[in-house]
């Protein structure tokens, strides 16, 4: 079964850039790679997603390898707000499951 | 709106008891899930609905019970849970189940088990 690989936590400086990594080397050509965010006392909210290119929106950057065994999330200037816990997560076409990472402590320093 | 509504939001039960969750969206939405969320942990998939039909029961205990009685409510009702059943029970909807279909969460309901 594919799974994603995060780092338990990151620190970084308020308005800063934040590069959030994720290893899923055993996704398949299926697989979408969805992040989540979860801020305290709060259920997850979606950030961004994509298959195969580079991904942008208001809220953040998707970038994903070229042979799609890793992506990195980028919060281009991150404030107080955006302290919280990021999933990374696969979903294969056809299957309601999302195979969730166990998450990244996002610590703002201001 | 993109809203799920969840009832109550903090819920204590005993052993004995019988109670009900609950949890809305009006977004037109036709596949709804209830996730099981243990503290430092990433959610678990319970129950998905897709079109008010159970697609997904992931090998849940029968003491959770889930229903759909139309496509904007989801309940899930609790009987004779342990103590091991406390968490935060979070719902949420996507337009159809699509892989690329974005879930909206609710809050959740933190429930203890005494």
């Known amino acids: 079964d594919a799974k994603t690989t995060q780092p338990n936590s990151m620190e970084s400086n308020e308005e800063e850039p934040v590069h959030l990594p994720c290893n899923h080397s055993?996704?398949?050509?299926?697989?979408?790679i969805h992040w989540y965010r979860q801020l305290p006392s709060q259920g997850p909210e979606y950030v961004i997603h994509?298959?195969?290119?580079?991904v942008n929106n208001r809220m953040a950057s998707l970038a994903i390898a070229e042979d799609r065994k890793s992506s990195t999330l980028i919060l281009h200037r991150a404030t107080l707000r955006d302290a919280a816990v990021y999933y990374c997560?696969?979903?294969?076409?056809?299957?309601?499951?999302?195979?969730w990472g166990a998450g990244t402590k996002l610590i703002i320093k201001p | 709106d993109t809203e799920v509504t969840q009832t109550p939001k903090h819920l204590v039960m005993g052993m004995t008891n019988k109670k009900s969750l609950k949890c809305e969206q009006h977004?037109?939405?036709?596949?709804m899930y209830w996730y099981k969320q243990k503290a430092k942990k990433p959610p678990e998939l319970m129950f998905v609905y897709s079109y008010e039909k159970l697609s997904i029961n992931e090998s849940v205990p029968s003491r959770f019970s889930p229903e759909c009685p139309n496509s904007s409510l989801l309940n899930l009702h609790l009987h004779a849970l342990q103590p091991e059943d406390s968490a935060l029970y979070l719902c949420?909807?996507?337009?159809?189940?699509?892989?690329?279909?974005?879930?909206?969460f609710g809050p959740g309901t933190r429930l203890t088990v005494l």
């Open positions: 994509g298959l195969t290119s580079n």
């Open positions: 997560i696969l979903r294969d076409r056809g299957n309601y499951q999302l195979i």
């Open positions: 055993t996704i398949s050509g299926t697989d979408y």
């Open positions: 949420a909807s996507s337009q159809e189940g699509r892989s690329a279909d974005t879930q909206y």
């Open positions: 977004m037109g939405h036709r596949a």
